[in-house]
């Protein structure tokens, strides 16, 4: 297989070498390129022959010498090379068979790519992984390999992934595991399926691979209002969430008195549900997790206090107003309070929007649209800016879930709007308009 090359960067090795756009390139040092794993691994080589195709079919090699980590100024039309690999999974949980139609057709997309596991620490299922692409991983020591995991009761994830090969891929991770290979993994809990003893034989079976495995993620299952005709599922009360908590830190107990450190997280998600204090940010180690949404709550609140503790700013005239899911509402308004007791005539005014679009049960800002935002702030008093958060936008950072642009709900709410950055830092330099 050979891979086109996009483009090539003016003044680069690859340039001196009259590498050109529409060439392929077939093979490095021998080896068959075929994605951008192959060629990440293999670029980094001291002396590299590279096997071409020109356009117009005709061969030829490149050879370079360059620094160990030397970018040798290729370009490709994405970053796999190829297409991306969709899931073949039909799960019961799944989030995207819950979501409206009419929405851009990207939204439908379900990916399980062990590929994009690596590049941007996205969760694979291993259902899609083949023998050969699992010792492609293990051969270039890809750490860490992300994976989602439901159960290790390999019948119930056949039921759960509704695929037959979803038990007999759990045979990968012990692969990954015996290789050394440093593994992340979540549990998408469904009340009543895999949560209760099913949960504590997943969390025994995983610690079994411990090191290997690092982290082990429990998020509840995520129901949206668009569920017709799918698996009935009932969504975790402040009972279930917290015998859920309870038997996570039962596991934990036991699992430090072996190891002398803790493996399983329970997302914050979890604690709201149960309405239990939430762990202070030195329960989560070095936050293995966040992106699952396993200590965000911690991170983010002691984040602001340390920089609204070093914060010079004593008095500031500036009213604004920041949009939040319900789920944050209350700790973004307690950090609202802490920073106007600290800065006379900062006014921060915080607003919880309910998700119109997805249902009430999504609670989290990352799935607010345009609409939800302006439903929101309806009325409101907005002050001088209307402050947004960090996650609500597509990843090119101008677009809603619902296609309305951040320029056209400016214009809608004629007022100035500013996404928030991620950290605690950055929300404080919101409220204080870059003033630190």
Known sequence: MAVLISGVQTGSIAQKKKISKGDRLISINGNEINDVLDYRFY?????????????????????????????????????????????????????????????????????????????????????????SEAERIIKMHISPVNISIQTMNPELRVKMMANPKAGESLKYLYRFAEAGIAINTQLVLCPGINDGKELEFSLNELSKLYPAVQSIAAVPVGLSDHRDGLYPIEPYTEKTAGGTIDLIDRFNEKFKEEHGEIIAYAADEFYLKAKRKMPDAEYYNDFPQLENGVGMWALLKSEFEDALENCEITELDRRVTAVTGRAAYPLISALARKAEEKIKGLKVNVVAAENRLLGSMITVSGLLCGADIAAAVDGTDLGEELIIPPNCLRSEGDMFLDDMTVEELSDKLKIRITQNGPGGEDLLSAFTGGIL
């Open 43 to 131: 670029i980094n080589e001291t002396k590299l022959i590279l096997s071409l195709e020109t356009a117009d079919g005709k061969s030829k090699l490149a050879m370079i010498k360059k620094g160990e980590f030397e970018d040798i100024g290729l370009e490709f039309e994405t970053y796999l090379m190829d297409k991306q690999r969709s899931c073949k999974n039909k799960c019961i949980f799944c989030f995207i068979d819950q979501l409206p139609k009419g929405l851009r057709k990207s939204l439908y997309f379900k990916d399980d790519d062990s590929r994009l596991s690596f590049l941007f620490g996205n969760y694979i299922t291993l259902t899609n992984l083949t023998d």
